[in-house]
């Protein structure tokens, strides 16, 4: 029970996070230079025009009703309409996030997955070669800007080796009609995975090198604990002290290092689907503001800020389920 | 995590009030300088960062005050598109359909035959004025923020701790991307952006350092003696949080530099011709094909600074943090 309790708790808590995140993107796309109607009918406008549009957008209003439309708007579910596509937001919004969330949750499980055992290895064989060898590639991984890794990877296995495509990421649950070469969902599946191994590469570095970091000084401090020295007194053996005793323990700045890495890789996921040319939300958010589409850029702002803010609630409740003071502490 | 309290961490930059004569030398740049020494990565960080600064300067000197003239005396502009180099030039030793690399251009040269060792140098300015600019006002903005809502608490902390929150909620590549389209696209306000994104960083380690301090028997001696709010935040406070603010500022610079490389990628920061690395990327991605080191270079220079930046923090935090020489 207290940790669903824990769970609404950290979820109403976000709620004056949100209306801040809402206030933050309306003012920052009120400050954008240019006139919307000018963008949409050209220069030189028929009045009648005009009017039709500022009223259709508000536009005739001033900024602090037309902020408290926004503001119910959003509430409702509404978050207005893409000049641009011509389509509401919300709607581009979920034709598009899917793609960005499975790019930045691949890129996570793929760092999850590499860093957790060469943080293990370099924390047990501490000041041994397998040691500097793990730390260097961190290090290397925390200095290397994504784009230029998934710039690199294109050229040596798109380009040279010809093993992955160097564009484009359709997902694994697309209806097999819309993918080209796939004739059955296993097929689709396929082709996802097979686009999806660069950039997920790519984006996966950075968070890779950073949770080794700290699932290395984690485990290095863990092992030293008094309960471990116990363990070696009554004849533990050392496997069985790392998997049973140091490892849990020593997990918990890992969760909190990958629930403040979520900021860096929802933003790096902008840059690799660049790279990689996918129709996510970093995409979308690009043709937004160039395109002056300031209801876009709005909500597009709005939903990395959400996706953020859920993946910390996320990280939060992992943290209070493998260490439950947090959830029945100081309330 | 230790049950029993270890003497050594307790005092760790705040060493002034326990007396003892070896905790006392264990603050100030000297004592840092002097283990820094000591420290075999820490000094190829001091090198490394060093020596991309001075290229830097040398770089800033020639564009602020002679205009590119010694560039061209001695090498190539950096800036100007030359009319009969060849485009796309691979560097020394590698063949391709651009036939052979020439010594005098050791890196080739790039969609327009500008010589890339020369840009790559003259964009070293961009990278590393952004890296301290940014860096430095959200250093001063985090540590202002922190030192006072730390302080005061009650609702001024309360405030200013949701704001910070929220500017942190939002990934701070697409806050920096939404800034700039609302002020402007140049590098001034890639600077302000990024460095308005660090502030939350910063705000909360000196925040945590300041509420730890704040009842310290020193601080209330100060405010006994009657010294203004002002004074024992800028005198005692701030300077007790010296050593975790080194180490996390010259990491920040790092990230930063990544952060605007990003940006210039995007085509947000300086703009053409300036040279810059994230845009040589940026124009490299039509030519990975026909000319892929053209991509490697720019990368290859991120990363050797960013490297400098990120060894040189490591080496500091294990100078300045006893638990780890012990």
């Not at chain 2, 052979?100 to 961009?126: C, K, N, Q, S, W």
Request: glycine residues 10%; without cysteine; charged residues 15%.
């Amino acid at each position: 029970m207290g940790l669903l309790r824990y769970t609404l708790w950290r979820l109403a808590q976000s709620i004056p996070v949100l209306i801040g995140i809402i206030t933050i993107t309306f003012f920052l796309a009120n400050q954008i230079p240019g006139d919307p109607v000018e963008i949409m009918l050209g220069p030189t406008p028929a009045q009648e025009q005009v009017e039709a549009i500022q009223a259709r957008y508000g536009l005739d209003r001033p900024a602090h009703e037309r902020f408290l439309t926004y503001l119910s708007g959003v509430a409702s579910g509404d978050l207005g309409h893409s000049i641009y596509y011509d389509r509401p937001v919300l709607e581009m919004i979920l034709l598009r996030l899917p793609v960005t969330l499975y790019l930045t949750v691949s890129a996570f499980l793929f760092a999850i997955v590499t860093a957790i055992p060469l943080g293990v290895i370099s924390a047990k064989r501490r000041n041994k070669p397998a040691d500097h060898v793990s730390r260097i590639v961190s290090l290397i991984g925390v200095s290397t800007p994504s784009f230029w890794i998934g710039l690199m990877l294109i050229i040596i296995f798109a380009f040279y080796l010809g093993w992955f495509p160097a564009r484009g990421l359709p997902l694994p649950w697309a209806d097999p009609a819309d993918i080209r070469g796939a004739e059955t969902q296993l097929q689709v599946i396929r082709t996802s995975l097979h686009h999806l191994a660069m950039p997920m590469v790519a984006l996966g570095t950075l968070q890779m090198a950073q949770i080794t970091r700290i699932e290395r000084s984690s485990m290095v401090e863990s092992l030293q604990g008094e309960y471990v020295k116990l363990a070696r007194a009554y004849g533990v053996s050392e496997s069985k002290i790392v998997r049973k005793h140091a490892f849990q323990v020593a997990q918990l700045p890992v969760i909190t290092i990958i629930g403040l890495g979520l900021s860096t890789a929802l933003g790096g996921a902008v840059l690799t689907e660049t790279v990689f040319e996918i129709q996510g939300m970093g995409r979308l958010i690009i043709t937004a503001i160039n395109n002056q589409d300031y209801e876009l850029i709005m909500g597009t702002t709005f939903m990395f800020g959400v996706a953020f803010v859920v993946g910390v609630i996320v990280t939060d409740v992992a943290y209070a389920y493998i260490d439950p003071r947090v959830a029945y502490g100081d309330e | 995590m230790a049950t029993e309290p270890d003497p050594q961490t307790d005092t760790t930059a705040d060493g002034s009030e326990s007396g003892a004569g070896e905790v006392e030398a264990r603050v100030g740049l000297r004592y840092t300088l002097k283990q820094v020494k000591r420290d075999t990565t820490a000094l190829m960080g001091i090198y490394t960062v060093g020596f991309v600064t001075l290229i830097a300067v040398l770089a800033a000197i020639d564009y602020y005050i002679f205009d590119y003239a010694v560039a061209e005396m001695f090498w190539y502009s950096p800036v100007q598109d030359p009319d009969e180099v060849q485009r796309l030039l691979p560097p020394v030793g590698m063949e391709n359909q651009f036939g052979a690399g020439v010594i005098e251009h050791p890196m080739g040269t790039d969609h327009r035959g500008r010589d890339i060792f020369v840009r790559l140098f003259y964009g070293t300015r961009i990278a590393i004025t952004v890296g301290f600019m940014a860096t430095g006002i959200g250093l001063v903005g985090g540590t202002l923020i922190g030192a006072v809502s730390g302080y005061y608490g009650g609702w001024i902390d309360d405030v200013l701790q949701r704001i910070t929150e929220t500017i942190y909620a939002i990934p701070f590549l697409v806050l920096v991307i939404a800034f700039m389209t609302a002020f402007g696209r140049d590098l001034t306000f890639a600077m302000i952006g990024v460095g308005i994104t660090s502030i939350p960083v910063f705000n909360r380690l000196i925040r945590s350092r300041v509420v730890s301090i704040r009842e310290e028997d020193y601080i209330e001696a100060a405010r006994a003696a009657g010294v203004k709010d002002r004074n024992i935040i800028l005198r005692h406070i701030i300077p007790n949080s010296f050593a975790p603010v080194l180490v996390q500022a010259t990491l920040q610079i790092g990230v930063s530099i990544l952060i605007v490389a990003g940006l210039s990628f995007l085509g947000f920061g300086a703009q053409p011709p300036t040279p810059s690395w994230g845009q040589m990327l940026s124009a490299s991605r039509n030519y990975m094909l026909p000319a892929p080191t053209f991509s490697l270079w720019p990368g290859m220079a991120i990363l050797v600074t960013v490297i400098g930046f990120n060894i040189l923090g490591d080496g500091l935090q294990d100078a300045l943090d006893p638990r780890i020489n012990n």
